[in-house]
């Protein structure tokens, strides 16, 4: 009897013992030189605030501090790290339906990401990709379009003055579809793109918004920059979360979690947004040029984005549904969007053919 008492008694005290807090190590592709990163320490901080000391605790390292940035992947994979943030469309060469997770040409504004990953399925398709490598995925950071292309000695102020261009680039469709307009695609690190402008290695370089552009010094290497960032309407940022360490968590931290990475995704926009406008001016305080590409420029490049669209999209069932997801969240939001007209958030463009990336998708 008082052997039974004793089991009952430690048992009742194992219960009332407080859990152990997680302990989580998180990383970024960004250097803190690049002002991304300060996206990604954002969502920390918020995280710090709403979920308790005895729960989670977040250390975080700036990129390259733990593993090279196109590591970082594989190091939330394998659990090396329990969190890591990216952008998706650095790991478009291990399941293409990255990329349109991460941007897309000439297609979605920051709006439409948002609109999209919020009330029209875009979250659950983050996480039946990342899945498939073991992770949980929250998009908690949007810029709206990036700023185009910046070039040492040449402009760029047509479709043609892009033929022959080496340029660095990011993104799969991106790539395909410069190389239809004559450019020639360089693939590099955020880091590497300095150098490279002022060794002459490449032409010129599109990296991200004007705000990051600045931080990266581009404004000291290169003399031209050609508008609008036709290439990337848009980009999404977010944190890959290992699935062990995601379940380790009570239902409440996770929900925390997941709120946080709402409020930043709307911070983020409106803080990029005034940081660029502010970049901006500092771009042409520096004397860079700036040009736009005209309207009958960009319709023809919309053509070609849409054709290099549905190719990709084309080569991969997955890549399709993500695609078809998209497109037919633009047609569905089209008819409110364009009878609010002019007042509205954003175009409604003439993309890619919605019945022909379904047919992918199966």
């Not at 593993?67 to 992947?73: C, K, S, T």
Request: charged letters at 20%; aromatic letters at 10%.
């Amino acid at each position: 009897m008082l052997k039974r008492l004793m089991t009952t008694a430690a048992l009742t005290l194992a219960g009332a013992a407080p859990a152990m807090a997680e302990n989580w190590t998180m990383t970024t592709t960004w250097p803190s030189s690049l002002e991304l990163i300060e996206i990604d320490k954002h969502w920390v901080e918020l995280v710090n605030q709403l979920v308790d000391d005895d729960k989670l605790t977040i250390e975080f390292y700036d990129g390259g501090s733990l593993v090279p940035a196109g590591e970082v992947f594989g190091a939330v994979e394998s659990g090396t790290v329990q969190a890591g943030a990216d952008w998706p469309g650095y790991w478009a060469g291990r399941d293409s339906a990255f990329s349109p997770l991460s941007t897309t040409a000439s297609l979605f504004n920051a709006v439409d990401y948002v609109n999209w990953i919020q009330e029209w399925g875009g979250a659950d398709l983050y996480n039946e990709v990342y899945g498939k490598f073991g992770m949980v995925y929250l998009p908690y950071g949007v810029t709206n379009n990036e700023s185009g292309f910046r070039t040492v000695d040449k402009p760029v102020k047509t479709i043609e003055d892009l033929n022959g261009l080496r340029l660095r680039l990011s993104g799969l469709e991106q790539g395909k579809l410069l190389e239809k307009l004559g450019g020639n695609q360089v693939s590099m690190a955020g880091g590497e793109i300095y150098q490279s402008l002022e060794r002459g290695v490449i032409d010129g370089a599109e990296f991200s918004t004007p705000n990051v552009d600045f931080s990266g010094g581009f404004q000291q290497v290169t003399k031209y920059w050609s508008t609008p960032g036709w290439h990337q309407s848009s980009s999404v940022f977010g944190v890959m979360i290992n699935k062990s360490a995601w379940d380790a968590l009570d239902e409440d931290t996770q929900n925390k979690l997941q709120i946080a990475a709402d409020a930043n995704l709307l911070w983020s926009l409106a803080f990029t947004e005034k940081r660029a406008t502010e970049a901006f001016a500092q771009f042409k305080e520096a004397g860079t040029e700036i040009n736009r590409l005209d309207d009958a420029a960009l319709e023809q490049i919309q053509k070609m984005a849409n054709e290099t669209i549905e190719e990709v999209a084309c080569e991969n069932p997955l890549s399709a549904k993500v695609y078809a997801s998209q497109i037919s969240y633009l047609q569905d939001y089209a008819s409110w969007r364009d009878a609010s007209a002019p007042f509205n958030l954003g175009r409604t463009p003439q993309g890619p053919d919605l019945a022909k990336i379904e047919e992918c998708a199966q």
